[in-house]
C-alpha cells in the first residue's frame, strides 16, 4: 500500500511538473495514460468501493498489467460471505469486487489459487475459471470445489480440470460417489416394451437495477453450451465454457447446468480406464462412458427362471464396477489402500410390466451393496 501511495505521488508531481506539447498526438495520449495509471491507483487503494471499481475498471481498460498485484492485494482484504449481501456497504464491496476479478480475468493474470478459492461460492464463475487457469497449482482448491459444488457447470469445470491435471485422489473420488442405477423390466414373453424419458427447465430471471456512477464491467457465467461468444475453459467428457456480458447491472448470475452427477461420473471413469493417470499426454482420449443408468429387461417365465435372470442381470452390473475398480488400480488412478474403501452403490428398481400379474414376483436375494428401490434417488453431491 505504501509502494503504491510513493508511487502515485511521485507520478502525480512528475505530471504536475510536465509542459505538455498538446500538439503531439503521442505525448498527449502518453501524459492521459500515467495520469489515468495513477488515479487507478489511487482508487484501488482507497478503500471506497466506488473508487475501487472505477480503478479496477480503468486497470482493465488500459491493460494496465503492472497494476495486477494492486489487484490481488484487493482479493486478498475481501473477506467473502460464501453468498451476495443483501445491500449496503458490503453489497458496495461485493460489486466493487466484481470489477476487480473482471479486470484479472480479461488480463489473464495469474491470481494465488488459496485467493480465488476463498471467493467460491460467492463468486461462483469468476473463482472457478481463475483455478481452472491455475491448472496444477490449484489441484488442492479445485478438489475443494469438486467435493463442495451446488451446481453442475463448476462440478463439470474442477472435474475436468482435475482430470487433465491427471490429480492424484480423483479417481477414488469419482468411483467413491458413483451409484449406477439398473432398472429391470419383467415382460410377458412375444410383448415389447417401451420407455418413457425425461427433460430439465429453468428458473426464471429479472433485471435488476443498474448503479449510478458505477462503471460497466463484464459479469461471467459458466456453461455446457458452445455459444458464440463462449470461451473454452475446461476440457472433458463434457466441455465447460464461460460467457462474458456487459449488462449494465451488477447482479452476478446465478449457476444452471443440466445433467445428471452419475451420468457425468460414468463419462469419467471411461475416461480413466482408457488412459494411464501417469501418461505425460494430457490431451482428449477416446474412451466410452460407463452408463450410470442401464436398463435391461428379463422375459417372465416362472419363479426360479425369473431369479436366474434377475441375478445374472445384477452380476452383470456388479461387474461393470469390480472391472472400473480394477482398471483404474492398474492405470494409476487409484491405490491400493484407497480401492478398499471404495463400496459398490447399486439401485435396483424392478418395473413389472407382466400382461397377468396374478403370480407376484418373487422377493430378490439380498446383496452387500445392492438396494432394492421403488424409485431411484438422486445421485451423491
Do not use: C
Request: net charge neutral; glycine share 10%; aromatic share 8%.
Amino acid at each position: 500500500m505504501l509502494k503504491f501511495l510513493f508511487v502515485l505521488a511521485s507520478t502525480l508531481a512528475a505530471l504536475g511538473a510536465q509542459t505538455v506539447d498538446k500538439s503531439d498526438p503521442t505525448t498527449v495520449m502518453t501524459v492521459e495514460r500515467q495520469a489515468r495509471k495513477a488515479r487507478a491507483v489511487e482508487w484501488l487503494a482507497s478503500g471506497d468501493p466506488l473508487k475501487v471499481a472505477w480503478g479496477a475498471s480503468t486497470v482493465r481498460a488500459d491493460r494496465q498489467a503492472d497494476l495486477v498485484p494492486a489487484l490481488i492485494d484487493r482479493i486478498r482484504e475481501y473477506r467473502s460471505s460464501g453468498f451476495t449481501p443483501a445491500g449496503g456497504f458490503a453489497l458496495d464491496q461485493h460489486d466493487a469486487m466484481l470489477q476487480v476479478l473482471d479486470a484479472l480475468i480479461e488480463l489473464k493474470a495469474p491470481v494465488p489459487p488459496e485467493e480465488a478459492r476463498k471467493l467460491y461460492p460467492e463468486f461462483v464463475a469468476q473463482s472457478v475459471i481463475l483455478l481452472v487457469r491455475a491448472g496444477d497449482k490449484a489441484v488442492s482448491e479445485l478438489m475443494e470445489v469438486f467435493d463442495t459444488a451446488a451446481g453442475n457447470t463448476s462440478w463439470l469445470a474442477a472435474g475436468n480440470a482435475l482430470l487433465g491435471a491427471h490429480a492424484e485422489g480423483f479417481g477414488a473420488k469419482v468411483l467413491g460417489r458413483y451409484t449406477q442405477h439398473l432398472q429391470v423390466t419383467v415382460f410377458s414373453p412375444n410383448r415389447g416394451v417401451g420407455g418413457s424419458g425425461g427433460g430439465w427447465s429453468g428458473g426464471s430471471t429479472y433485471a435488476p437495477p443498474s448503479k449510478p456512477n458505477w462503471p460497466s464491467g463484464g459479469l461471467y457465467a459458466l456453461t455446457q453450451t458452445a455459444e458464440p461468444s463462449a470461451v473454452y475453459l475446461a476440457e472433458g467428457p463434457t466441455p465447460i465454457y464461460y460467457t462474458r456480458v456487459e449488462s449494465g447491472t451488477y447482479l452476478n448470475p446465478g449457476e444452471a447446468g443440466q445433467g445428471n452427477r452419475d451420468t457425468f461420473r460414468g463419462e469419467y471413469l471411461g475416461r480413466m480406464r482408457a488412459h494411464e493417470r501417469n501418461s505425460p499426454y494430457r490431451g482428449p482420449v477416446s474412451s466410452t462412458a460407463i452408463d450410470a443408468y442401464p436398463r435391461e429387461r428379463v422375459a417372465w417365465t416362472g419363479g426360479a427362471g425369473y431369479r436366474d435372470e434377475l441375478g445374472a442381470q445384477l452380476e452383470k452390473a456388479t461387474n461393470t464396477f469390480r472391472y472400473s475398480l480394477r482398471q483404474l488400480g492398474a492405470k494409476g488412478w487409484i491405490s491400493e489402500a484407497e480401492a478398499q474403501l471404495i463400496p459398490l452403490r447399486l439401485e435396483v428398481l424392478i418395473e413389472d410390466a407382466r400382461d397377468d400379474k396374478s403370480i407376484p414376483l418373487p422377493p430378490p436375494d439380498p446383496r452387500p451393496g445392492v438396494a432394492f428401490v421403488t424409485h431411484f434417488q438422486d445421485p451423491l453431491r
